[in-house]
């Protein structure tokens, strides 16, 4: 993986921020009441922001109505620690409502995947190859041309894969546990879990293309 | 899409690749660019483009937050 250019780490100044950025740094950045009424009117805003964002995703979860407001709660309360505790590096390069919001998003996804667990049905370890048709839409009728891809796939990840690697495919790809939910199992970071993902989904391409599987060209440029 | 292209496309790695912590990081800047100009978000950043077309939380992440900063969206300026 390779690495994008950040925009500069220096603190803003006052004079480089928008008027309405600045207000908020300004206001966030005091002291006592002053502080303190900013830091509601920014619980407002982002509680509003996760409430949006919770609504936003239902669609895709079996979450009900005071599950999702209570998830909402949940982000919106943390986002506002996150924003307090990093407003020092607010720089400046999008508005500061733009930048906050982020930090709704980033919890409301974290809540979700700690909502995950509470099905009692779910495990982790749960990875059933039987499932592999299903995760990749390989008809039952035409078996007889996808059943040595699915062996040499399964081979692969059992003998090419590091424990940990397996591990996370095998809660990912056949068990079915969305990325954050492992996030939150194993007590790790997205950015590890998936650059684990990154590196198994490699191998196991290079070793499908090896066996004559693939076609041996890993990038496709989009 | 049949299977052999759904596996394909899902072991398909790009070397552009920025991964979540980068993307995390720049989201609020890639963001504001895409709400005016998709396109130019990823030709600004097309390290970041890379990741959000393969990692599914991070590409959910900015769906959410172009949401919310579109016209009409929950700001409130203090004071």
Known sequence: MSGAEVPGRGRASPDE???DS???VQALGGTGAEREAAAARLHEMLLRAARAEAHRRSGQLRLSGPELDDIAHQAAADAVLAVMAKIGRFR???RF???????????VSSKIGRHFWRDPAVSLEAGDWDRLPDRFGFEPSRESEWRDLAAALRRAVEEDLTGHQRRVFTAIVLAGVPL???VAELGST???IYKTMFDARRK????LAANGYLDDDPVRRP | MNGWSALERFLRTDPRDAGCAQA??????YAELAAADRAAAGRRYPEVAAHLRACGPCEEDLEGLLAVIRPGGPTRLPG
């Open chain 1, 17 to 19: 921020l928008d008027e």
């Open chain 1, 22 to 24: 600045r207000r908020w």
């Open chain 1, 92 to 94: 400046g390069e999008s």
């Open chain 1, 97 to 107: 409502t733009t930048w906050a919001y982020k930090f709704v998003m980033f919890e």
């Open chain 1, 180 to 182: 954050d939910a492992l």
């Open chain 1, 190 to 192: 997205r950015n590890a």
């Open chain 1, 204 to 207: 196991l391409r290079a070793s």
């Open chain 2, 24 to 29: 995390m990081e720049l989201l609020h800047v």
